[in-house]
């Protein structure tokens, strides 16, 4: 098990290296402004071309992880399930923490004091409820992107900074979209960076699974 667990930090090194940093600067953003002040920071600046790109692109918090993951069990079984179950086990630890803090969604926070939210998005739902600790869609964002980095090939070892940047515009998105604050991406970005590493380490200890679900005859 240490040797798969040392096996992931090499091989996935830098992708882990600028998560932390990026992770650090939006922790001083948390740390340096109230929770209102840091919202209406990180979205100060809308445009017609970002609303829509933050509209589509937070979706790859939705469901798509699991397609993608069963999609990938016809190419290599153990990378689909590597996947899935870092989709699932996210999602256990996220919903466990949700209700365990209760923490108001940005509209909510923002009606109890009387304030106003910064711009929104014309035709996207803001979720009104007190489920907003940790992000959802964030932990399943980069549980998937953490699951990318750790299969991709050494030699494609620079995709490690797409799957990074793609992580880190999805959770942004909640921000944007205004169904989050920042310390619910921080610590939902934790969760799926830890889970992915966590099924990683049980999941390739042993050489399996490197084949197709189901095998065409030709």
Not at 31 to 47: D, K, P
Not at 126 to 138: E, K, L, Q, Y
């Amino acid at each position: 098990m240490k040797a798969t667990y040392l096996l992931y930090r090499k091989n996935n090194g830098p992708f882990l290296s600028a998560f932390a940093l990026i992770w650090f600067v939006f922790l001083l953003v948390a740390l340096e402004y109230s929770r209102i002040n840091a919202h209406m920071l990180l979205n100060s600046y809308h445009t017609p071309f970002l609303d829509t790109f933050f509209e589509y692109i937070t979706y790859i918090g939705g469901g798509f992880p699991v397609y993608l993951g069963i999609a990938l069990c016809f190419y290599n079984l153990r990378h689909g399930l590597y996947i899935l179950l870092s989709q699932g086990v996210t999602a256990i630890f996220t919903q466990a923490f949700k209700y365990s803090f209760a923490h108001p969604r940005p509209l909510t926070y923002f009606n109890e004091l009387g304030l106003s939210l910064p711009p929104t998005v014309e035709g996207v739902h803001i979720w009104d409820a007190h489920n907003s600790f940790p992000s959802g869609h964030t932990s399943a964002t980069f549980a998937l992107c953490a699951c990318l980095a750790a299969i991709t090939p050494p030699k494609y070892r620079y995709l490690q900074f797409v799957w990074l940047l793609l992580g880190w515009l999805g959770a942004y998105s909640r921000i944007y979209l205004s169904q989050h604050f920042v310390d619910d991406i921080l610590f939902g970005s934790i969760i799926g960076v830890v889970c992915a590493a966590g099924m990683y380490i049980v999941l390739f200890q042993k050489e399996w699974g490197n084949r197709p679900l189901i095998k065409y005859k030709r």
